[in-house]
């Protein structure tokens, strides 16, 4: 893995590391007054996986009481209301009506039209609300819109899209769930003496490369490392084996075992962790504490999703895939004295990273992060991901059943020095690691918008 992929390091691991421990696993229920907070992996919610105790980083602000949240702009994300609404809408419709087992792999807002909407001014009545779904039911894909104004499916579409849903987090338990159960795997790693009680396994995606027995299947492949003596599991690989496991028939279809010669690394001097670190810098007092203040509050404005900073403005939303949208940005021109477009929508594009080693360990390792695994956004820490006077706004997403749930502090606004670099590595409950930021401030500011995924 290259240092220089910074994002594999912030996308994949964190991603993929959120489904090896089963014990983390809590399904979400149907709402009352408010959605579940963090989806699958509540424990995160409560984690004192950072720098500062909870005490110490509470948010300055409260957070909207999204289950009466309204859009207030064509752009909003949908809400609570609205995804309740849109599985109040494909309950009755006869692809789910008829069907005991289905999967939502993607609900999010259908944009209107660019020209209705670079139309649209506050006050004016709201542009017809629309939702995109993905759906998976009995191995087949299918794409809809749901019209949230008429209460009707408006678009089904099956067999002429091409490729797969992303993958939920219930495949990625059932990816590893299946190889742990066979013999022959399990004793691929006791054979190279591998204690099982330290295997730590990943889901990773197979690729497509037209090969006959792979057709028509929703395909993973599972590695494990050892994280014997080590939290950087991913210093220890047991190279050579490999599961292929169909993840919608739930059965490994193949194993390669091979470079038996090749030995698993011993893991020492891998220990990164924040403990670790500052450990070492109260022995060494190498740097003190260090703290960023702006006296009279922060410049920007938020209101709802738009986002009022010096003379600029932009509407801000969290996204299941993109992660962070920054939509209809605009600069003041002072000519003209009218806000000027500057750019409709922009985002983050899809990273793909090509390992290039033809061997059979490596060779599919091929990453689209967001189109394959989807967004694993963990909650920003203030003081740690975000300076003091940061603003927080959380994600509403559906689950795999179409239940919204809440993803707090999944963005947070600040003011920074521009050219400031700030960064987190995060290996969700497995290892508990803490990485620290990496700053280098210049003479001039900038509004920064931070998404963790």
Not at 261 to 285: C, F, H, M, W
Not at 334 to 353: H, I
Request: include cysteine; charged fraction near 20%; charge should be neutral.
């Amino acid at each position: 893995m290259e240092a220089k992929n910074w994002w594999r390091f912030l996308l994949l691991p964190t991603g993929m590391g959120l489904v090896l421990l089963l014990t983390f696993l809590h399904l979400p229920s149907l709402p009352n007054k408010e959605a579940p907070h963090c989806n699958l992996y509540s424990t995160w919610c409560t984690s004192k996986n950072r720098f500062y105790s909870s005490s110490q980083s509470k948010p300055t602000y409260d957070h909207l009481y999204h289950e009466s949240q309204t859009p207030q702009h064509p752009l909003d994300p949908l809400t609570i209301q609205e995804f309740n609404k849109i599985r109040t809408i494909l309950s009755s419709f006869p692809l789910f009506k008829f069907s005991s087992s289905y999967t939502l792999n993607s609900i999010v807002l259908e944009e209107p039209d660019k020209k209705l909407v670079l139309k649209w001014k506050k006050g004016d009545p709201p542009l017809p609300r629309k939702a995109s779904v993905v759906a998976v039911v009995k191995r087949v894909s299918h794409v809809l819109t749901v019209d949230l104004e008429t209460g009707h499916v408006t678009s089904h579409e099956t067999g002429s899209v091409s490729g797969y849903p992303i993958v939920t987090l219930e495949d990625l338990f059932v990816v590893l769930e299946a190889p742990l159960r066979c013999p022959q795997f399990n004793n691929s790693f006791t054979k190279r003496g591998v204690n099982l009680a330290d295997l730590v396994c990943l889901p990773f995606s197979s690729g497509w490369y037209e090969k006959a027995e792979e057709e028509n299947r929703r395909l993973m492949k599972v590695q494990c490392y050892s994280k014997e003596g080590t939290v950087n599991f991913y210093m220890k690989p047991v190279e050579g084996v490999t599961a292929l496991v169909d993840m919608d028939r739930k059965e490994v279809l193949a194993i390669s075992d091979n470079g038996q010669n090749i030995p698993v690394a011993n893991g020492s001097n891998t220990d990164y962790r924040y403990s670790i670190q500052k450990q070492l810098n109260e022995e060494l007092r190498l740097v003190n504490p260090i703290s960023l203040e702006q006296p009279k509050g922060p410049s920007f404005i938020v209101e709802g999703h738009l986002v009022k900073w010096a003379n600029w403005e932009f509407h801000l939303r969290p996204d299941p895939r993109a992660g962070t949208i920054l939509s209809q940005v605009k600069v003041w021109d002072p000519d003209r004295s009218v806000l000027r477009n500057v750019m409709y929508k922009g985002f983050a594009s899809e990273l793909f990273v090509p390992y290039m080693d033809p061997t059979e360990g490596w060779y599919f390792k091929t990453y689209m992060d967001a189109g394959e695994y989807g967004l694993q956004a963990m909650p920003l820490s203030p003081l740690n991901d975000c300076p003091r006077n940061a603003y927080y706004m959380d994600g509403v997403f559906a689950s795999s059943d179409g239940t919204p749930y809440l993803q707090p502090n999944m963005i947070c606004i600040f003011e920074s020095y521009a050219a400031d670099i700030a960064w987190r590595h995060a290996e969700s409950p497995i290892t508990g690691l803490k990485v620290s930021f990496s700053l280098m401030p210049t003479s001039y500011t900038r509004v920064c918008v931070l998404g963790l995924t």
